[in-house]
């Protein structure tokens, strides 16, 4: 229940809740609506037994100047003519009697009423006497007095607690809004503000210069605002910036190739194959370890070049390079050095090892049916290697590189389609 509950409130959207308070709004112009014509029903009823209490006021006191007079035959018929008929304004109102009691009292001032008109007459033509009526009638009013004045209070309270009571709905209402209200804006305050201020925290640690801080600002977006926690617009927010991210870091490794990878053979251009062979000679000097290094040039390429043409020599290149990729580990780092020449990074590799690795790639080249290459010396394209290994044939990276460079002139000039090591070179030098 509690989980079901919980998943509610997060998919509680902002147009729901206006949905409700609309609905809301006109369940309450209906209720006060209703309100207000019960309330005009009610104070119609209590006027109406407001008016029928003046008429039996009116008409007791008609009735007491007649009881002063009574034992007095000859003031009773001067007060007899000179006494205005009452008006009975209740006789207006016919919904008086909706109440069986009240019609019977209206019903019986009527009568009441007419007898005593009747009576008076016959008084006044000295067909008959009093004799006590007035006092008898006065006694039976002020019952009926006392009856109304009951119903009359009744009245004025019930239309005063109804007044009450849609108070307090009312009240209770403003509160239940207020509190709804003051809820969602809480709710929403901590879905919403609090990890939309994370977010903007982390991302202003951004840094756009090292590619790395791309993947970690996505790792902290989904750390810092996770699924379950929040709203589900700020996990629409959290999942386009992850996304934004991630983007972003594939766009940039597509940058850092064409940045650091030669367009035609897809290798590692000269800058990238420079940097990693300074790193690598440092390490080895720092660990005492080894670093070897190959250079390697195709075989009368020039002359294939202005036999076949750019596009076929541009052809023997991509696939030569593919080659070397296919026969390298993938610790091995190989590069296009420049026009028809490559060089191989070798890291913690000795020059047995590396010797062992160029000359199967030799291998392969060898055997591989390049286009037109019958024409070539040979009848076949070839390459050359030369090899140079710190810290036994250098002392630095750029010696490195002279070094392999130097066996490989060497190997191109005593007839190429070999592997050289510089090893070899200097123990030449030293026994001549």
Partial sequence: ??????????????????????????????????????????QQRADEIQ????????????????????????????????????TLHSLNYPELGEQSRLSEIAHWLQSQ???LEK??????????????????????????????????????EQTSGTIQFFLF?????????????????????????????????TLLQFNKDLP????????????????????SDINRVTETIVTFCQDLEMKNRKLDELFIKDEKTNLYNYRHFKEHLIGDV??????????????????????????????????????????????????DMPARFGGEEFAILFPRTDAAQARGIVVRLMEVICAEPFERERN?????????????????????????????DRALYESKSTGRNKVINYEEIRTEGSLS
């Fill in 1 to 42: 229940m509690r989980q079901s509950s919980e998943t509610f409130n997060r998919n509680l959207h902002f147009k729901a809740v206006v949905v409700a308070g609309v609905i809301c709004s006109m369940l309450l112009l209906v209720g006060t609506a209703g309100f207000l014509f019960y309330q005009t029903r009610l």
């Fill in 51 to 86: 008016t029928l209490y003046k008429d039996l006021l009116d008409f007791r006191s008609m009735l007491t100047k007649l009881q002063l007079a009574e034992e007095r035959p000859e003031i009773f018929r001067k007060v007899i003519q000179n006494t205005t008929p009452v």
């Fill in 113 to 115: 009423h007419s007898m």
């Fill in 119 to 156: 009576m008076l007459r016959e008084i006044e033509m000295q067909k008959s006497g009093a004799e006590g009526i007035i006092s008898r009638k006065i006694l039976q009013l002020d019952e009926v007095m006392l009856q109304v004045s009951l119903e009359l209070h009744h009245a004025h």
């Fill in 169 to 201: 709905i009312v009240l209770l209402i403003l509160l239940l809004f207020s509190g709804g209200a003051t809820t969602l804006i809480i709710k929403n305050y901590r879905q919403t503000v609090i990890p939309l201020n994370r977010l903007a925290g």
């Fill in 212 to 231: 790395e801080s791309i993947h970690d600002t996505a790792e902290d977006v989904k750390k810092s605002c996770p699924k379950d926690c929040f709203s």
């Fill in 282 to 331: 440092a390490r080895a000097k720092r660990y005492n370890d080894l670093v070897s290094l190959a250079m390697l040039d195709i075989d009368h390429f020039k002359a294939y070049n202005d036999a076949n043409g750019h596009i076929a020599g541009d052809r023997v290149l991509q696939r030569i390079a593919e080659i070397i990729l296919e026969e390298c580990r993938h610790t």
């Fill in 376 to 404: 070539q010396p040979g009848g076949r394209l070839t390459i050359s290697a030369g090899i140079a290994t710190f810290p036994h044939d250098a002392q630095g990276w750029y010696s490195l590189i002279n070094n392999a």
